[in-house]
């Protein structure tokens, strides 16, 4: 029996047994290699797949289903087919409405709540998955670098090098400091480790935790959720890798900020909405906090107006923490693995959770 209750659609004729086309609907902007279109297609013989042309990708968006253009009217019948939509952010809050087969939305993304703001999730029998996992060591990475750069003051030293000047700032190692994990997910684990091969302590705070434990889980120390005022008071470093919900509106405010190191360091490679930006603004200012790096922002792109974009001592990156060559390989293995374990009827991977928001 597939996942919600759904049985096979099997028909015996002369003692064959024969099953429905399975409609597969890849929408994704970011193209799908054809090595890995070969091997969804070589998941299951049942499968049409139809891959959305770029004429038609302008009419995805909410408002255009309707449009009288021939491109449109293709589109339309091909999303009143979908089973099953492989997609990347293309998800217009009608589409619904606009498929009404549809049973698996698969998107490459891992922050999803965008689509949990659409109702996504409060359709019955519709199945959600994110693409949590594929951009794990980039990120990971990421934090790794930024981590060395603050410390370092590389900031102000690409500053003096457009400048032309020659000034020295000193610098601190990382060996020994302590890394601050807001969210021990796929994303947290892997910053994890690699901080750890540079010598750091970890700790980290996890939402599903009760209890603090030691030496758990590639951390030093994992903590309840309760317990972030005692990770932002321990930590050198604070990385946010928590997902968007309404928990966590604002989650680092001006009075989270008052409890870190004047010597800390904040990065965020999780969503903009985790900080308030003004209240960050002001400790960095008044020396709260050693500076920041921030690679995501509430809204996106960061206006020219921010004061973010003066400030010494912070490094601005636009969205691009989870880049990476390895990227659409590693999001289609991952939508392969699950393609299989749907058409089998088994429980699927990064599944989202209509409780938690993510």
């Not at 970890?202 to 209890?211: F, G, N, P, W, Y």
């Not at 889980?217 to 890798?241: H, I, K, Q």
């Not at 699950?338 to 699927?348: A, F, H, Q, S, W």
């Amino acid at each position: 029996m597939l996942r919600g209750g759904r049985e096979p659609r099997l028909f015996i004729i002369d003692a064959e047994v024969t099953m429905e086309p399975i409609s597969l609907v890849i929408t994704s902007a970011v193209p799908v290699p054809p090595a890995a279109l070969a091997q969804i297609q070589a998941v299951d013989a049942r499968l049409q797949i139809a891959v959305i042309p770029e004429a038609q990708r302008p009419f995805l968006r909410t408002g255009k289903g309707g449009d009288p253009a021939s491109e449109a009217r293709a589109l339309a019948n091909t999303l009143s087919k979908a089973e099953i939509l492989f997609s990347a952010y293309e998800l217009p809050a009608d589409l619904l409405r606009r498929a009404p087969r549809l049973k698996w939305v698969h998107i490459v993304a891992a922050g999803v709540e965008r689509w949990v703001g659409a109702g996504f999730l409060e359709q019955d029998g519709l199945i959600f998955t994110s693409g949590q996992g594929p951009t794990a060591q980039p990120i990971a990475e990421y934090i790794l670098m930024t981590m060395l750069m603050l410390a370092k003051n590389a900031p102000s030293y690409v500053r003096q090098q457009e400048g032309r000047q020659w000034q020295g700032h000193g610098g601190a190692e990382v060996n020994g400091k302590t890394l601050g994990i807001v969210g021990l997910g796929t994303i947290g684990s892997a910053a994890a480790r690699l901080a750890k091969a540079v010598g750091c302590r970890v700790v980290a705070v996890r939402r599903s935790v009760q209890e603090a434990r030691e030496n758990v889980e590639g951390v030093d120390r994992l903590l309840p959720a309760r317990e972030l005022p005692r990770l932002l008071a321990e930590s050198d470093f604070v990385a946010l890798c928590a997902p968007s919900t309404p928990e966590t509106k604002h989650l680092i405010d001006a009075a989270a900020l008052r409890r870190m190191k004047p010597s800390a360091f904040l990065i965020n490679i999780a969503r903009g909405s985790l900080i308030d930006e003004a209240a960050l603004v002001a400790a960095l200012k008044d020396g709260e906090i050693a500076g920041a790096a921030l690679d995501v922002f509430e809204p996106e792109p960061l206006s020219p107006e921010s004061e973010l974009w003066g400030l010494p001592n912070v490094l601005i990156t636009p969205h691009v923490s989870n880049a990476s060559e390895r990227f659409a390989r590693r999001a289609s293995e991952l939508f392969i693995d699950n393609l299989g374990r749907y058409l089998r009827g088994e429980p699927l991977r990064n599944v989202v959770s209509r409780e938690k928001g993510y």
